[in-house]
């Protein structure tokens, strides 16, 4: 049985020309918990704000 409950492919994002999220894939099981981690200024606040509208 698949518990997949989110799956993103190929995601890409970029700002004035500037790539800032290239190829972002990943997918997310049911009871999963998750944390985005990386330093300042790496787009972990974009990737969250332009695709996971909640």
């Known amino acids: 049985?698949?518990?997949?409950?989110?799956?993103?492919q190929n995601i890409?994002?970029?700002f004035k020309g500037q790539i800032v999220l290239q190829d972002i894939s990943f997918s997310l099981q049911q009871g999963t918990i998750v944390s985005l981690l990386g330093p300042n200024g790496v787009s972990k606040n974009t990737l969250m704000e332009n695709f996971f509208r909640f």
């Open 1 to 8: 049985m698949n518990n997949t409950i989110l799956e993103i």
């Open 12 to 14: 890409s994002k970029s």
